[in-house]
């Protein structure tokens, strides 16, 4: 296995914003969508964006909510987008058509929480945080090439190191929890960008999967309650959240810094197919194993690396290879 995950020397730290990364990136006339772009880090990456000059589409569940949100902001519309129901994938694939698509970025997620399934008795974080995006992405190849240089960008996590994939059941029909469910549909986003640059590179079109960092204050962690936020070492004794970028602890304008940068930078002109933190490309762990969260076991650690599982490219084949059949 070619090991591509070498950091860069980018010069941007993790206490970096958007407003560092873009500074001198002008985007203006390329066409971007975000999905979930009306809150936490996807409103954080829909403005900066918007700010550079870019056209920007925001994918939302609920329009109305999502266009309050971003109501203000120069060349951004809102369209319906529900990633655990195929037919609206379809609907917004179909709305958007051929128009050249430059950066795709599959920010949408959903975290922890109790069994979920769709209607197809898929595992509900899987099935959003990967599938969905699987649906999506290939429904807008067209639009992809069209740009003539695209990139697509998987707002993964550090929390990949949870779970590998379950390829024996992935949708959980046994030993449901849905922190390791997490971990999995965070493995399979940097998986699939590994994937998706291998086969779609040549059409000029790179992938990329991140860790933007801990953010408490997005929506993504509803399932967790503000004990245990703090039982993570996440927010002090006032429920306030803890800002400390060089212990993973960021902004919402630094924690999306990372998927910005990966959508914009000149500096990954020549790379992809690469997992990144803190604006950079990230180390490989290469013999790293999943690992469990103790709530009463002190405040989390996470590193910047990324898993050797996570980066395989026979299972980023075998993944692609499974999703395919599962979204037919």
């Known amino acids: 296995m070619t090991n591509k995950q070498h950091p860069i020397g980018s010069g941007f730290t993790a206490a970096n914003t958007t407003t560092d990364v873009l500074a001198g990136i002008d985007l203006t006339g390329r066409n971007a969508i975000v999905t979930a772009g009306h809150v936490g880090l996807g409103l954080e990456t829909t403005r900066a964006l918007s700010h550079a000059g870019a056209n920007v589409v925001v994918g939302s569940r609920n329009p109305d909510t999502a266009a309050s949100a971003v109501a203000g902001l120069d060349r951004v519309r809102v369209a319906q987008l529900d990633l655990i129901d195929p037919a609206s994938i379809e609907r917004f694939v179909a709305g958007y058509g051929n128009t050249a698509l430059h950066i795709l970025i599959n920010n949408a997620g959903i975290m922890g929480g109790d069994l979920v399934r769709d209607a197809r008795g898929y595992e ?67 998986l699939f960008a590994v994937e998706l640059d291998r086969r779609w590179s040549g059409d000029g079109i790179r992938g990329y999967a991140l860790h933007p960092g801990g953010i408490v204050s997005t929506n993504l962690g509803s399932a967790f309650t503000l004990e245990d936020w703090r039982a993570m070492g996440l927010i002090d004794d006032n429920d306030q959240p803890i800002i400390d970028p060089d212990r993973d602890m ?11 940068f990966a959508a914009t930078s000149p500096l990954l002109a020549d790379i992809g197919g690469v997992y990144l933190a803190n604006n950079d490309v990230s180390p490989l762990e290469a013999d790293a194993t999943p690992v469990t969260i103790d709530m009463g076991g002190g405040p989390l650690e996470t590193t910047p690396g990324v898993t050797g599982y996570a980066v395989n490219p026979e299972s980023a084949q075998r993944l692609w290879e499974l999703s395919g059949k599962l979204t037919a």
């Open 250 to 260: 960021k902004t919402p304008q630094q924690g999306a810094s990372t998927q910005v």
């Open 124 to 190: 509900a974080q899987f099935a959003t945080n990967h599938l969905g995006h699987f649906q999506l992405t290939s429904g807008l190849l067209p639009a992809l090439r069209a740009a003539n240089g695209a990139r697509v960008v998987e707002v993964s996590s550090w929390g990949h190191h949870l779970s590998d994939i379950r390829w024996d059941d992935p949708h959980f029909e046994t030993d449901y929890d849905g922190i390791t469910a997490y971990g999995q549909s965070k493995t399979a986003n940097v």
